[in-house]
């Protein structure tokens, strides 16, 4: 099984709303990345959680806040976000350590700021 | 620091033709690349990974890919394109924890 889940799949919030996007997954992976794509462009990584500690954050403003409760779980917390931040947001995972293996990525959450 | 090159913005194909994507990395070291899938609106997929050994790397769908070390490249092929490849599709290559991405290639398939 190669699934990564994500929920929920749509999320429209105002800009003071707060509100958290979840990720899954049940491959024994130890690392998981949170990820943010624009229309037409690659995704860009923002964090990168590596055996549940934090291990890169691209200088991500502090209205993201991530979050690995467990191996298998990583959760975004978004808080007064702006408009510019509506975006899809990948969660992926991978086996961990050093070695860059292959990324496995879920669906992705549609976010819109309003 | 690692970067991809990816070419050509948009291709467009006919269907049951040949398909080059090309694209080029730079990194220091022996390069972990990968190339990825992406129908609109969706999450990514592996289409195939090179990591060491054989340069002609067999991945899902039917695609192939070709690592040439001396021209920094790792093309994708496919002999004979269906419609349902229309897609945005993405190189990597990986180091240490992280992917670099290309800008991507989009492939458009006419009847």
């Known amino acids: 099984d190669t699934e990564v889940t994500q929920t929920p799949k749509h999320l429209v919030m105002g800009m003071t709303n707060k509100k958290s996007l979840k990720c899954e997954q049940h491959?024994?992976?130890?690392?998981m990345y949170w990820y943010k794509q624009k229309a037409k462009k690659p995704p860009e990584l923002m964090f990168v959680y590596s055996y549940e500690k934090l291990s890169i954050n691209e200088s991500v403003p502090s209205r993201f806040s991530p979050e690995c409760p467990n191996s298998s779980l990583l959760n975004l917390h978004l808080h007064a976000l702006q408009p510019e931040d509506s975006a899809l947001y990948l969660c992926?995972?991978?086996?961990?350590?050093?070695?860059?293996?292959?990324?496995?990525f879920g669906p992705g959450t549609r976010l819109t700021v309003t | 620091a690692q970067s991809v090159t990816q070419p050509d913005i948009h291709i467009t194909v006919s269907e049951g033709a040949s398909l080059e994507l090309r694209c080029n990395y730079s990194y220091g070291a022996t390069p972990y690349l990968f190339w990825y899938v992406q129908s609109p609106g969706q999450g990514l997929q592996l289409l195939l990974k090179y990591f060491s050994g054989d340069t002609l790397v067999q991945g899902i769908k039917g695609f192939e890919a070709e690592f040439k070390r001396s021209q920094s490249s790792f093309n994708l092929r496919k002999p004979s394109v269906h419609w349902s490849d229309a897609a945005e599709y993405f190189c990597a290559v990986g180091a240490a924890r992280a992917l670099t991405f290309g800008s991507g290639t989009r492939l458009q398939v006419q009847p």
């Open positions: 992926a995972s991978s086996q961990g350590g050093r070695t860059p293996y292959e990324q496995y």
């Open positions: 491959m024994g992976h130890r690392a």
